[in-house]
């Protein structure tokens, strides 16, 4: 650990497109003041090319975030991945480790953390409805997310019910009660698979609200204004900011947060793993790294906190 705390190594975030990723700045501001001299960067990677980047890495490289569309196609590329990412089926984080001359790949999970430590940052600790928007890789994360918070039913709203079979998969392994809703399928309603639809409306029990999809979508979801006032949203994307989600929390002065605060703890906890190899150990003077980190953050919008 020593000698690898000392040598300069070389990190990334790889994704495509990966122009407005804040990792960087975040990242930065953690090695700088952990007096470190390591270098992260963002590389754009697509579908397909993963492969021959990871083979392409010298023995600099200490670790990689990964985005979409990668935090699947990196899975046989591993030679072991933690709990939370063989529960998910989803990586967004990479160890790359040497001993005796041999290359090691972990891979790890940080959205669940960066989702639950997010929310309790905002005060909000437990719910036991939960509706989650989109059905990628990072919502098998927010699933994950609201079985640690307690939740009992998790809704889940989707563009085609079939990409929802895996997640409905994951929350029943977890003891959750699932439902599955598509977007726009009004015509659908009362059936049980779309259960929680009804013209156009979506779930109006619902303590957290969590959208999953890519930044600048609109859903054509409208929420009940009751609901909106009520349950938090958390929309994970922040670039465009405010999302038309977030615009109708702000409209009735609901309680938002933007993507930035799920970066922001997830990034922590990564950087434990490529500092210290392992999510759970905390880092040397962890408040003023997460307070730099957070710093760094401050010229796109507030984070709380």
Known sequence: MVDSLLRSRRLAVLGSPIGH???????????????????????????????????????????????????????????????????????????????????????????????????????LHSATAVTILGAGATASSAVVAAAELGAERVDLVVRTSAKAAGLVRLGRTLGLVVAVSTFGAAQNAGTDENAGMNDGEAVAESDLVISTLPGGSDPGVVFPESLRRRAVLFDVAYAPWPSVLAESWQAVDGTVLSGLAMLLHQALVQVRIFVTGDPFEALPDEENVLRAMRAALAPAHPVEG
């Open 21 to 123: 990723s804040r990792s960087p700045v975040l990242h930065d501001a953690a090695y700088r003041t952990l007096g470190l001299h390591w270098r992260y960067e963002a590389a754009e990677v697509g579908t397909g090319e993963l492969a021959g980047f990871v083979s392409g890495l010298g023995a600099e490289w200490r670790g990689l975030s990964l985005t979409m569309p990668l935090k699947h196609e990196i899975l046989p590329l591993l030679d072991e991945t933690d709990r939370v990412a063989t529960l998910t089926g989803a990586v967004n984080t990479v160890l790359l480790s040497d001993s005796g001359g041999v290359r090691s790949l972990t891979g790890f999970n940080t959205d669940v953390a960066g989702i639950v430590r997010a929310l309790a940052e905002a005060g």
